[in-house]
């Protein structure tokens, strides 16, 4: 059901993340695990690491964004 929806879903992340509040990145990671799921299934994956990879480097000084992105294995 989010087939499609990618981009709306990367811009509610990013939405999240802005707020700055722990809860709000909690929501931020379930979304990202609904991406990396679909990419998976889309064989998008390599897709998925790059915008990743640029959404951590973007927040890396968010300490607590950053740990939470390493405990749900989103970045290595």
Same mark, same amino acid.
Do not use: C
């Given at each position: 059901? +989010?087939?499609? !929806?990618?981009? @709306?879903?990367? *811009?509610?992340v #990013? !939405? ?6 722990? !809860?709000?990145?909690?929501? *931020? $990671? ?5 991406? +990396?799921? @679909? *990419? #998976? ?5 390599? #897709?998925?690491?790059? /915008?990743? #990879?640029? +959404?951590?480097?973007?927040?890396? /000084? !968010? $300490?607590?964004? %950053?740990? /939470?992105?390493?405990? *749900?294995?989103? %970045?290595?």
């Open positions: 059901s +989010l087939a499609g !929806k990618e981009s @709306l879903l990367w *811009a509610k #990013d !939405k999240l993340i802005a707020t700055r509040q722990p !809860k709000q990145y909690d929501k *931020a $990671i379930t979304l990202l695990q609904d991406l +990396l799921d @679909l *990419a #998976d299934m889309q064989n998008a994956s390599s #897709d998925f690491s790059a /915008r990743m #990879d640029a +959404l951590h480097s973007e927040h890396t /000084r !968010k $300490i607590t964004l %950053v740990e /939470r992105f390493r405990k *749900a294995k989103l %970045v290595g």
